[in-house]
Structures are given as structure tokens and as C-alpha cells.
């Protein structure tokens, strides 16, 4: 049903922007709607930002739809026709590779901002940095007690996203350096919200979230004696963090690209951006390619 509904609302969504230009008073007004479909770490900004845009007058008359699903998700749907935007914490090309290539190639990347990745822990285990090396055992089922890595003496639970979350495989490849292991006993879920609030009240949890979602219901830990701050993303003192890329199919048609164009605007940038605990795409010193090379 959801997907019937997605595919609904994406074909309502083209046929009303092929024709979104409505003569009005000798002027034009953009109509039709659009779909955002992808990283539920993106998902409380775009839901925000297209609140205030739908609120603009110069917009009052084009619908933004926002779905989560991951951002495997979202680039799926957008690849084939059934979202507008796919809304991704990867690069295209991470999620499109060997035989299916060509299908990052008719992506076309806008990148709205950054989110940096934090590790998060019950706030009863005892720690408050661990080593990148500490990490690895962990989720590789090395370490499975807390007092291993200077915590309590308490069994380890892992709180998992799926292989297709833009989260996890920004938090494998710049906070483990590899892949991380569905291991027996294992939590896994599809929503970062969720993980937050079992992370918060599951003994022994440990999980990782985008800064857009911290709060003192968890504890975030110190990567190597680094704080997950928005300053030490941009110095590129902290190494988790990925770009929100707002996938297009292709150019994007006029009412899409007023709604990419405003995500990218002063005021979004400097408020919206900065206040849902995201990276302004312009505030940063550092860039990094799809490879993972950093120059500043």
C-alpha cells in the first residue's frame, strides 16, 4: 500500500510539475507537488524546511511530501521515477556500483548541507570516549562487556541500522573504517528516532545517530578524545560526517528546483540548518570526494 501510494502521489507529483507554471494576474505561479523520499537523518530538516516553504506565498500552491525508508531508499525511488527527490547521507554511487553504474550517471547531486555522526550510549555504562580501535571490537563482537573498554560490568547491546541506511555506512566507513556485523542479539532498526529512544533505555546500549537527533536521553561519546561537535566537522577534526545530497533524476523541473534552491538560501542555511544541529554546507573548510579524500 505504501508503495502504491508513493508511486501515486510521484506520478502526481510529474504530471503537476511538467505543467507547474499557472498564468496568474499577467505573472506565473509554480504549482504541483513533490516527493522527498530517503535518509530519515535528513528527514527532520527537509519536513521543516518545506513546512516554511509551503508557508511562502511565492509557494502556497506547490506540495512537499517528505518520506524516511533510508537513504538506500530514497535513491532507489528517485532512480526509478517514483520520488522527485531522493533525499541521501551517501553518495550515489556508494549505493549504485558495478553492473548498476550507469544509475548513479542519470543522478544528478545537489548537496544542501552536512550531518556529522555521533556515537551514543545508555547514559549508565560508565564511558565517555572510546578509541576507534574499541569501536571496531565492539561491533565486530570482539568486545561484548563494558568493562572491556573502562565501563561497568555489563553486557554490550548493539542498536544497528540496516545495510541500507545512509547512517550506517557513514558511521562504518569514517567512524570504523569497515564493516560492522549483524551479530546474534543484535537490534536493528530502520528509524533513528527509534534508535534513540532504545539506546536510551536499554542497559548496556550503544548506537550512533546524526547530531540532529542528540539529546540528553543518551550520552555521546568522544571518538579518540574528539567531541562530536559542529565546529570540529567543519576543521575536519572530526571525522564522521557525511553531505545531505538531495538526488534529482536528471535536471530537476522548475518547482523542484525552487524548493533545492530555497533549501540552499540564507535564511535556511543560517537558521533551519543551524538549529536542527546540521552543518552549513557554505561554513565548511573541508570537502571530501565519494572516495573519502578530504582537502581543505
Known amino acids: 500500500m505504501t508503495m502504491v501510494l508513493a508511486l501515486t502521489l510521484a506520478a502526481c507529483g510529474s504530471k503537476a510539475n511538467d505543467n507547474g507554471t499557472n498564468n496568474a494576474a499577467g505573472g506565473s505561479e509554480l504549482s504541483g507537488s513533490i516527493l522527498a523520499a530517503g535518509s530519515t537523518a535528513m528527514q527532520p530538516l527537509v519536513e521543516q524546511v518545506s513546512k516554511k516553504f509551503m508557508a511562502d506565498s511565492k509557494y502556497s500552491s506547490i ?6 525508508g533510508g537513504s538506500g531508499t530514497g535513491l532507489t525511488q528517485v532512480s526509478e521515477g517514483q520520488a522527485d527527490i531522493g533525499n541521501s547521507d551517501i553518495f550515489a554511487g556508494e549505493k549504485f556500483k558495478d ?13 544542501v548541507a552536512v550531518v556529522a555522526m555521533a556515537t551514543v550510549v545508555n547514559k549508565e555504562v560508565g564511558i565517555d570516549n572510546l578509541t576507534k580501535q574499541q569501536l571496531v571490537d565492539i561491533f565486530t563482537g570482539k568486545i561484548t562487556n563494558w568493562k572491556d573498554a573502562g565501563g561497568k560490568d555489563e553486557k554490550i547491546v548493539i542498536v544497528n541500522r540496516p545495510s541500507s541506511s545512509g547512517t550506517r555506512k557513514t558511521f562504518e566507513k ?22 534513540k529512544k532504545l539506546v536510551g533505555e536499554t542497559p548496556g546500549a550503544i548506537g550512533y545517530l546524526a547530531l540532529s537527533y542528540l539529546d540528553d536521553s543518551v550520552k555521546t561519546i568522544k571518538l579518540d578524545g574528539v567531541d562530536a561537535t559542529a565546529d570540529n566537522v567543519k576543521s575536519g577534526s572530526y571525522p564522521v560526517w557525511a553531505y545531505e545530497h538531495m538526488y534529482t533524476k536528471g535536471e530537476p523541473n522548475e518547482i523542484v528546483k525552487a524548493f533545492i534552491d530555497y533549501m540552499l538560501s540564507d535564511d535556511v542555511q543560517k537558521t533551519d540548518i543551524t538549529d536542527l544541529g546540521y552543518i552549513s554546507i557554505h561554513e565548511m573548510q573541508v570537502k571530501r570526494d565519494e572516495a573519502g579524500n578530504i582537502t581543505k
Open 63 to 68: 506540495t512537499v511530501q517528505v518520506q524516511g
Open 99 to 111: 553492473a548498476d553504474a550507469a544509475k548513479a550517471q542519470e543522478l544528478v547531486d545537489h548537496q
Open 174 to 195: 569514517y567512524a570504523l573504517g569497515t564493516a560492522s556485523e549483524d551479530l546474534p542479539g543484535n537490534i536493528q532498526e530502520d528509524s533513528s528516532g527509534t534508535v
